[in-house]
C-alpha cells in the first residue's frame, strides 16, 4: 500500500498563489507516476498534472499552463504542485495521485485538500 498526504490548501485572493505538496509513503517503488487532480462542487474530478519519475516527462492540462507548475522529488517522494495567478475557478479540492500509468488509471490516492479563490 502506499499513504499519500496532501498539504498546502488554503483561501487566497484572485491572481494570488498556492503550493501544494503530497508526501508519499508505504510501498513507493509499487509506482513512477505522481499526478494532481482536482475536482470542483457539482464537476467530475480531472487531471491537472502529472509527473513520470523514469522519464522526468511532465503534463499540465491546458487551462493551467502557464501558470501551474509541477515538481517533485523521486528520493524523497515528494511531489509538490505551484500554482499562480489563481482564478476562482480554480476552486476545488485537489487530489494527490500515484500510479503505473502517466496519464491513467491511478491507483493510490490522497485524501484532498481544499483550494478556495476569492473573487
Known amino acids: 500500500q502506499v499513504q499519500l498526504v496532501e498539504s498546502g490548501g488554503g483561501l487566497v485572493q484572485t491572481g494570488g498563489s498556492l503550493r501544494l505538496s503530497c508526501a508519499a509513503s508505504?510501498?513507493?517503488?509499487?509506482?513512477?507516476?505522481m499526478a494532481w487532480f482536482r475536482q470542483a462542487p457539482g464537476k467530475e474530478r480531472g487531471l491537472l498534472a502529472a509527473?513520470?519519475?523514469?522519464?522526468?516527462?511532465?503534463y499540465l492540462a491546458d487551462s493551467v499552463v502557464g501558470r501551474f507548475t509541477i515538481s517533485g522529488d523521486n528520493a524523497k517522494n515528494t511531489v509538490s504542485l505551484q500554482m499562480n495567478s489563481l482564478k476562482p475557478e480554480d476552486t476545488a479540492v485537489y487530489y494527490c495521485?500515484?500510479?503505473?500509468?502517466?496519464?491513467?488509471?491511478?491507483?493510490?490516492w490522497g485524501q484532498g485538500t481544499q483550494v478556495t479563490v476569492s473573487s
Open positions: 495521485a500515484a500510479g503505473t500509468q502517466f496519464l491513467y488509471n491511478y491507483i493510490y
Open positions: 508505504g510501498r513507493t517503488f509499487s509506482y513512477s507516476n
Open positions: 509527473i513520470n519519475w523514469n522519464s522526468g516527462s511532465t
